[in-house]
């Protein structure tokens, strides 16, 4: 069973640029959450979704960013317009159906951005 | 919204010397989980707290939820160099549709051989 998917590990942008970044949740995950890490910072929280839906999006800055989980296919989180600032590492975590027992997220090894 | 403060923001030990780091909040938490991050890896579960006064334990790891399930521990006992990383907290959030993690601030743990 693959864990958390992210591509591409690393991405320089030029500022002004469009940056992708893809998650693949594991197998039988369906809800996915994305988070923003500065250097030597902790993790923010930008978006919950799941199939089709956004759940959350308390976090996403009001411009530029958007995200989309679709129902075929990985999580997309876009950044429009790259600024230096955007510069971080953007990890994706992946939770099963809530329930009872656990509810740990499962971290993909996340997406480098630089913008030059 | 829900917030987590952790202190210290970094701890330098010798190896073999004990660590704690504490999460506190203004509030009181339906559960807490603790993460670990390597440098420049991805944070990773290690444990997930519920009940007031719950103390687990993972090796040379103990996890403690205060009894006003407002504030929380990490202890680790005779760190060794494999220790180093990051140490998260982290609660999830439950309000109308969503179930967000939020992350404590972190304590760096650094250890010298």
């Known amino acids: 069973n693959a864990g958390v998917m992210q591509n591409p590990r690393h991405l320089v942008r030029r500022r002004g640029q469009e940056a992708r970044l893809r998650c693949s949740p594991m197998?039988?995950?369906?809800?996915v959450y994305w988070y923003r890490q500065l250097p030597e910072e902790g993790l923010k929280f930008m978006v919950y979704?799941?199939?089709?839906?956004?759940?959350?999006e308390s976090g996403m800055p009001k411009e530029r960013f958007s995200a989309e989980f679709p129902k075929e296919g990985p999580s997309i989180l876009r950044i429009q317009q790259v600024v230096r600032g955007d510069s971080a590492a953007y990890f994706c975590a992946s939770s099963p159906p809530l329930g009872q027992g656990n509810t740990e997220a499962f971290f993909g090894q996340g997406t480098r951005l630089t913008v030059v | 919204g829900q917030q987590v403060m952790q202190i210290p923001q970094y701890q330098h030990v010798q190896e073999g010397e004990d660590f704690t780091t504490y999460c506190n909040s203004s509030?009181?938490?339906?559960?807490i989980q603790w993460y670990k991050q390597r440098p420049g890896g991805h944070p990773v579960f290690l444990i997930q707290?519920?009940?007031?006064?719950e103390v687990k334990k993972q090796k040379r790891l103990t996890f403690q939820f205060g009894e006003a399930k407002k504030n929380s521990s990490l202890h680790i006992t005779a760190t060794q160099t494999t220790d180093v990383g990051t140490y998260f907290c982290a609660l999830r959030a439950y309000g109308g549709a969503t179930n967000k993690l939020i992350f404590g601030t972190g304590t760096l743990l650094a250890v010298q051989p």
């Open positions: 707290l519920v009940k007031s006064g």
């Open positions: 197998k039988g995950h369906s809800h």
């Open positions: 979704l799941q199939k089709e839906n956004i759940i959350d």
């Open positions: 509030t009181t938490l339906s559960n």
